[in-house]
């Protein structure tokens, strides 16, 4: 290993840990708009009422019935 050698860090791990230093308030802003979007309880009941409902497809949508 040369002397002056420096472990290789990316364009965009730099960007991120930038981005970091600058907003420290980054992580949780992040875990708010998870739990906006994805972080949802499952109702199993509506689940299980939807699998079902379902209907089969065919196996070409735009056949008609002959």
Same mark, same amino acid.
């Not at 972080?39 to 070409?60: G, L």
């Given at each position: 290993?040369?002397?002056?050698?420096?472990?290789?860090?990316? #364009?965009?791990?730099?960007?991120?840990?930038?981005?970091?230093? /600058?907003? &420290?308030?980054?992580?949780?802003?992040?875990?708010?708009? =998870?739990?906006?979007?994805?972080?949802?309880?499952? #109702?199993?009941?509506?689940?299980?009422?939807?699998?079902?409902? /379902?209907? &089969?497809?065919?196996?070409?949508?735009?056949?008609?019935? =002959?």
């Amino acid at each position: 290993m040369p002397l002056f050698w420096k472990p290789y860090k990316s #364009d965009v791990t730099s960007l991120i840990e930038g981005l970091a230093s /600058r907003r &420290p308030t980054l992580k949780a802003e992040q875990r708010q708009g =998870r739990a906006l979007l994805w972080d949802k309880p499952v #109702d199993r009941e509506a689940q299980a009422n939807n699998s079902e409902a /379902r209907v &089969p497809q065919k196996p070409y949508v735009y056949q008609t019935n =002959r």
